[in-house]
Structure formats: C-alpha cells, structure tokens
C-alpha cells in the first residue's frame, strides 16, 4: 500500500513513518509533504495513493483548503491534535481520524478500517458532503489540551492551567499556572499560534506566547514596549517586541478577534 503523509511537524511526520513500518511493514511512504500549496502541486503531478494521512492544521493554513484546489481521489486519514474538533465530521464517507499523539493500536484499527471498506473499485469519499459538514461548525475550535510526555511519565495539561509558553535552546517548554512546573512541549510557538485561543493567549514575542491570566504587572518600556511581569515568574525578558506592541494593548481589552 502506497501512502502520502501531510504534516508540518517534521518530528510527528518521522513518528507517523515509524509506527507505519512497526504496524505494517509493505506499507510504503511516498513523501511527506508539510504544507497546503506542496500538497496541492504533488497530488497534481502524481498518481493518487491508495491513502492520505492528513494533519488539520499545515503550515499555510488548514488542510481542508486542500479540497478546495483539487479533487482528492483516495482516502484520507486525518490526524489531530485536537480531542474536540466536529470529529464526527470525520465519520463522512469512512474517513478516519486519529488523536495525537497517535497510538500504534489506533493507527493499527484505522488502517484496519480502511482495509475492510476500500476496495480497489471502491469509488473515493465525497470529501464536498465532509467539507459541508465542517463549515456548519462555525465555531472555531482551539487547542483545550495538551498530553505531554517527560521521561516515562504523561501529564494532561488543560490549556486553563498554561500561564505561558517560551522557547530556550530550540527546546519550548509550557509553565502552569496551578504549580509553576515546567514541561517539554512538541510544538514550536510558530505551530502553537494556531492552535491556542487567541482571545486568552498572545505571542509578545518571538520568545512567549502568555496567557492573559498569568499577567501579574505591566509596566512602560522604551519605544512605547510594554514589560511584562509573569505569574510564576520568569528570568528571561518578557518584553512586548515594538512591532507587537500596539496589537497587544487592544488584545488586553478584548478588541482582538477570536
């Protein structure tokens, strides 16, 4: 079987590849792709995989804009981050889901999944019918949850309980509010952007992207920068970089958009 993987998270794509391999080892990967526009060129100029595994959110915007550029003519598995994200949509035609992080049962039951109800003659799924049902979600739904892995251990992080986000040696790491730890997150803040409610969190930064809650003081900086003080607290510099500066003053009183 012949798949393609679409994802702009080059650890999550190499993780797919590999539990792939483990669950079903003639399967073979044909590229992976990170973005709506390379997709959009590759299944263009190439024959049809017997089966997509899609992540929702790309680099350039959401993978269903995919759909809306080309006729897709295989399965798709779609892949997310998300616990809550008109899954049921997904139920469309048989198209599968999966939760990250992906567990090789449940990719082992997707794969299952599709065995039992694609055949080679079998038509491809109506992804307009699948298009339509997610566009009756308005309502845009953003990260609640984070399950973060640190030594052999799993910790569920509601986004409630994040103060803030940064980033230290490539490495970006998450700070509770409720009891100041820190944990190793797989996301960069470029990624996380998209998938945080932008009406309780904004990136002041390149460094940090902080939680309107854990915002303990303020004061002026230079160039009309605002310094921020964290709650817990913080050694590195929190200051509001000049070009988001004006942003993040009409985002402390709500006029930011959701």
Partial sequence: MKVLI?????AAA?????????????????????????????????PAPDLIFLDIHLADGASFDIFEHIQVQCPVIFTTAYNEYAL???????VDYLLKPIKSNELGAALEKYN?????????????????????HNEPQFLQRLLIRFGHSLRLVDMADAAYFYTKDKITFLI???????YPVDYPLDKLETLLNPKAFFRINRQF????????????????????????????????STERSA????????EIAG
């Avoid at 509770?176 to 820190?182: E, I, V």
């Avoid at 942003?247 to 709500?254: A, D, I, R, S, Y």
């Fill in 6 to 10: 679409i994802e702009d998270e080059n």
């Fill in 14 to 46: 190499r993780r797919l590849e590999k539990l792939l391999k483990d669950v079903a080892p003639d399967i073979v990967v044909l590229q992976q792709l990170d973005s709506v526009e390379s997709s959009v060129l590759w299944l263009g100029q190439h």
């Fill in 88 to 94: 049921q949509a997904f139920k469309v035609n048989a």
């Fill in 116 to 136: 039992k109800v694609f055949k080679p003659a079998t038509k491809a799924p109506d992804y307009a019918a699948l298009l339509e049902t997610l566009k009756r």
């Fill in 176 to 182: 509770t509010r409720s009891d100041g730890k820190r």
């Fill in 209 to 240: 992207i902080v939680q309107v809650g854990a915002i303990k003081e303020m004061h002026p900086y230079s160039k009309s920068r605002v310094k921020v003080e964290l709650q817990p607290p913080t050694d590195l510099e929190t200051i509001v």
């Fill in 247 to 254: 942003e993040f003053k009409k985002w402390l009183v709500g």
